[in-house]
């Protein structure tokens, strides 16, 4: 007798077919929130003229980082707006941006309540393993029936794909103050909310900012993928260039994808000091 | 100290079994098992069993033992750093081990304050931001809190520091900002924890001989905790030896070296050279000048500021001790126009034998600071002490 094989696939298909007709209010009003945000953000970034922004870039990788960093970024952006590719970086920055923002912010709640709950712990390490190893165009299937093509999903699938280093490094970072600390806290009567907001989070910011960086390199990266959904960006230029054969369209877009990486890269670190 | 004295923290059958399941350690206790039996049947660890003790008011209580023996399991179970298995923990009326959360919140920050081994400072907050802590989370004002913050600073010598950054000081004035974030707080019982382990011997001398002087002043009521004998012996009024969880002797040092309670006790003493144990004769200087009993108020003035003096001892023919006269009675006395000295002399002096700890002398130096007599068995003279030569010979017995 043959063991038949598990309908796995149709499952999840089922399952995912009940949350979007059952969920079709929340997702459709988070996907116009989601809209105007990009889309504020994008507007404005825009509205600069290019200089403005490169200039004001400059000036911060040299307040944070030095001169270095500063002669880096500009000369990094000035060859992106020379090979024609500053609105497909611009779209990508701001879905980038967008995505870390709405990662750390749920990042950050459920990593200190990880840290401070051992039960929450143990189940929720398991839950990053399997977001974090999923290829992550696996991602970009379900965001579709949730929020159709374009940047709405990608931002979806970019939030799940990087947000579990900022988790992990806040509940490690947490975790990580030497129980010495703790034990000082409580031996002068600290309540929790004080030993939280005065010892474990102060001590813990170096190691929840590599946390936060990692996740805007991981989403930097899906970003740039989820143009296969639709979305704008350099990633789009990628894709086109595939499309029509031209590897040489594909490595400018894909240079500036480094470059943008780098820099926000080398900032983010910078910032840890 | 003497049995009078009042009681600050009363401890009564406090135990402490680590592992889930304590219960079962206990009653395996209770049928007479041993620490490493327990363990071997049920993996439980008999951290602390039956321990019995007063802390009394203003005394400085060393709890000593070897590493393991349990001793930071007690000093934590006193403020609830650690939960206590069963037992009474008793201070001003209050059972801490019944408390409430909020009450032990309210009682950790009213009563007790804690030094700990590797100082425990927070490398975030300055030297000032440290020894602010313990107020700032009470919600004392800014102002009152930096005063207060500055003020013990000052105590442990460290006012100039304020803005440095802990991991910017040495070992020693780290500790010195742990025990400044201490006092500043203003509790009614000091806990330290193995406070002065980790410095080098010399610091750790100077330390010692600072908590002292510290103690001695403030009468702060104060659980010290170390696994070394010497220190114990120098620095504490009454010393508790633990061993594999269990109190084997409480006593004064001198009742631990001369009367210890067990083999154990002994072997722990072993070590201890008794040469080293240092008294009175140590730091004892020849008197300058005496006073005899017939001399008139003149003589005795001049006597007086011939020295250098502001009180001088007064003795018989035969050397012995009679009494101490003061510049200022003399004076009023040559004034009246009195013909001899023997109204004018007290006894409010201290007055020891040779052979007295030196450590004891301490709590015997009166405000004024008179030298202390010492005498021989016929109560004659034989030397002074001077509160500064105490210092000078116990630190000088640290370096060798
Ligand atoms: N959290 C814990 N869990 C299990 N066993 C512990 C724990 N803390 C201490 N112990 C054990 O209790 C005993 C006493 O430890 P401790 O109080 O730290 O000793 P000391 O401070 O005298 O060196 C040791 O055998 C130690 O291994
Ligand atoms: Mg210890």
Not at chain 1, 14 to 23: A, R
Not at chain 1, 196 to 201: A, E, I, N
Not at chain 2, 223 to 243: M, Q, S
Request: proline content about 4%; aromatic content about 6%.
């Amino acid at each position: 007798m043959e063991f038949p094989r598990i309908p796995l696939g149709q499952w999840i298909e089922g399952g995912l077919d009940f949350l979007t007709s059952e969920y079709s209010v929340v997702t459709r009003a988070i996907s116009r929130v989601t809209q105007t945000g990009i889309e504020a953000l994008n507007d404005s970034l825009m509205w600069l003229p290019e200089w403005v922004l490169m200039a004001l870039i400059a000036l911060l990788s040299w307040k944070v980082a030095g001169t270095r960093l500063a002669i880096g970024a500009a000369a990094g952006l000035a060859l992106i707006w020379n090979l024609e590719l500053w609105d497909p970086m611009i779209e990508s920055l701001t879905l980038v941006v967008i995505a870390t923002l709405v990662a750390v912010s749920i990042a950050l709640p459920v990593g200190i309540a990880a840290a401070l709950s051992e039960r929450l712990y143990r189940t929720l390490m398991p839950v990053l393993d399997f977001m974090q190893t999923m290829p992550a165009f696996v991602y970009l299937i379900p965001a579709i029936p949730f929020f159709g093509i374009g940047s709405v999903s990608a931002i979806f699938a970019t939030v799940i794909f990087s947000m579990p280093p900022a988790i992990r490094f806040t509940t490690l970072g947490i975790r990580q103050v030497p129980t010495e600390l703790i034990e000082a806290a409580d031996a002068f009567g600290s309540t929790r909310k004080q030993k939280l907001l005065k010892v474990q989070l102060p001590l813990s910011l170096p190691t929840v900012m590599a946390g936060i960086n990692q996740t805007i390199m991981l989403a930097l990266s899906m970003v740039v993928i989820a143009a296969m959904i639709g979305a704008d960006g350099l990633g789009n230029e990628v894709w086109r260039a595939i499309q029509r054969l031209r590897p040489g369209d594909g490595f400018e877009a894909g240079i500036a994808v480094v470059i943008l990486a780098m820099i926000l890269d080398r900032l983010t670190q910078a910032l840890r000091k | 100290m003497t049995d009078t004295q009042s009681v600050k923290i009363k401890v009564r059958n406090l135990s402490k079994v680590f592992g889930s399941n304590p219960k079962k350690g206990l009653e395996l206790r209770d049928q007479g098992l041993k620490r490493p039996e327990i363990f071997e049947k049920t993996g439980l660890t008999l951290g602390l069993s039956k321990i019995d003790f007063d802390v009394h008011e203003g005394e400085l209580l060393v709890i000593m033992g070897l590493s393991g023996s349990g001793k930071s399991t007690l000093i934590r179970c006193l403020n609830r750093l650690i939960e206590p298995t069963e037992g009474e923990i008793v201070i001003d009326g209050e059972d801490i081990p019944q408390l409430s959360d909020k009450e032990l919140l309210e009682c950790r920050r009213r009563h007790f304050s804690m030094v700990f081994q590797n100082f425990a400072l927070f490398p975030h907050r300055t030297v000032q931001q440290n020894a602010e802590y313990g107020l700032e989370i009470r919600g004392v004002a800014k102002e009152e809190r930096a005063e207060k913050a500055r003020n013990s600073l000052k105590q442990v010598g460290l006012d100039g520091w304020e803005d440095a950054l802990p991991n910017q000081l040495s070992g020693g004035m780290q500790q010195r900002v742990g025990l400044a974030r201490a006092l500043a707080n203003d509790s009614t019982v000091l806990l330290m924890d193995e406070a002065f382990s980790a410095l080098d011997p010399l610091i750790r001398k100077d330390m010692q001989q600072e908590l002292l002087e510290l103690q001695h002043r403030m009468k702060k009521t104060t659980v010290f905790i170390t696994h070394d004998l010497d220190e114990a012996l120098n620095i504490g009024d009454r010393i508790i030896l633990l061993k594999d969880g269990e109190i084997v002797q409480i006593g004064t040092p001198e009742q631990i070296l001369t009367q210890p309670a067990d083999e154990y006790v002994e072997r722990f003493i072993e070590g201890v050279d008794m040469s080293r144990i240092l008294t009175a004769r140590n730091a004892m200087r020849p008197v300058r000048a005496t006073a005899r009993e017939d001399d008139g108020p003149r003589t005795v003035l001049r006597k007086m500021s011939e020295n250098g003096l502001d009180s001088i001892y007064v003795t018989s023919r035969e050397r012995k001790l009679l009494g101490l006269v003061e510049v200022d009675a003399a004076d009023q006395a040559t004034k009246e126009g009195k013909q001899d000295i023997s109204s004018v002399w007290h006894q409010d002096f201290a007055c020891v034998g040779p052979d007295e700890p030196l450590h004891n002398l301490f709590a015997m130096f009166s405000e004024k600071s008179f030298p202390i007599a010492v005498v021989d068995e016929d109560k004659r003279l034989l030397g002074v002490v001077v509160k500064g030569a105490v210092l000078a010979e116990l630190a000088e017995s640290g370096d060798n």
